[in-house]
């Protein structure tokens, strides 16, 4: 039962354009959400979080936005650069504070290749 | 930068051997949680940590495991009795509990023959 889903297991996006990765949950019980980024051989690196009470939430190049009632998420990532080129993980918590108590749920991963 | 760190980077065993993961979490932080990732599939919690007990624990986190943080700055985890599908690369992560965002480490990976 895949509670946090990310549909696209690639995305190729050319250097200088937008990048949009998307994430789709099931758990109505969620209200914190995180995407993480993974290099080959590295653990996740923390990108950028989304609590349930907004619906965007931006950060330089990353803009993430959360439609509660689709249940959906996206990252955007404008323009996007080569070391953008990594695996994108979409995670949810069910307490605001994600490092809390619940564990994380993942999506499965979207690798994204920016093309020179 | 405080980091995660993991030892060891990669591990060979054979099935049913017992395997120790050690992570040192970020000095201030007080969460703590092991991850998994089968080759090719997603990452997978395992098992949450907070004041020296578990909080959470995934299905996968069965008898044959178990955590520790024995000295207050190492947390480990102990597989008693590895199978073939414990062949994984194993993430620890830490947090201060504040703001969500959680800190890996790079990763242990688990090779079971």
């Known amino acids: 039962d895949q509670q946090v889903k990310q549909n696209s297991p690639s995305l190729s996006v050319q250097e200088g354009r937008i990048s949009i990765l998307n994430c789709d949950y099931t758990?109505?019980?969620?209200?914190?959400f995180l995407w993480y980024k993974k290099y080959p051989a590295e653990g996740p690196t923390f990108l950028i979080s989304?609590?349930?009470?907004?619906d965007k939430n931006e950060d330089g190049r990353f803009t993430v936005f959360l439609n509660k009632s689709a249940k959906h998420l996206s990252l955007h990532i404008v323009p996007s650069q080569p070391g953008d080129s990594a695996v994108y993980f979409c995670?949810?918590?069910?307490?605001?504070?994600?490092?809390?108590?619940?564990?994380?749920?993942f999506g499965k991963g979207t690798h994204l290749i920016i093309q020179p | 930068e405080p980091e995660v760190t993991q030892t060891p980077s990669h591990q060979v065993t054979q099935m049913g051997q017992e395997v120790i993961l050690r992570c040192v979490p970020i000095s201030n932080h007080l969460y703590f949680y092991w991850y998994r990732q089968i080759l090719g599939q997603k990452v997978e919690f395992l098992v949450s940590f907070y004041n020296n007990e578990i909080s959470e624990k995934s299905e996968i986190f069965d008898d044959q495991f178990s955590v520790e943080r024995p000295d207050g700055s190492n947390f480990t985890l102990k597989i008693r009795s590895t199978k073939l599908e414990d062949s994984a690369m194993y993430f620890c992560?830490?947090?201060?509990?504040?703001?969500?965002?959680?800190?890996f480490g790079e990763g242990s990976r688990l090779t079971v023959l």
């Open positions: 992560a830490s947090s201060g509990g504040v703001t969500g965002e959680l800190f």
């Open positions: 758990n109505s019980m969620f209200d914190y």
């Open positions: 995670a949810a918590s069910g307490t605001y504070s994600g490092g809390g108590a619940d564990g994380l749920t």
């Open positions: 989304i609590s349930s009470i907004k």
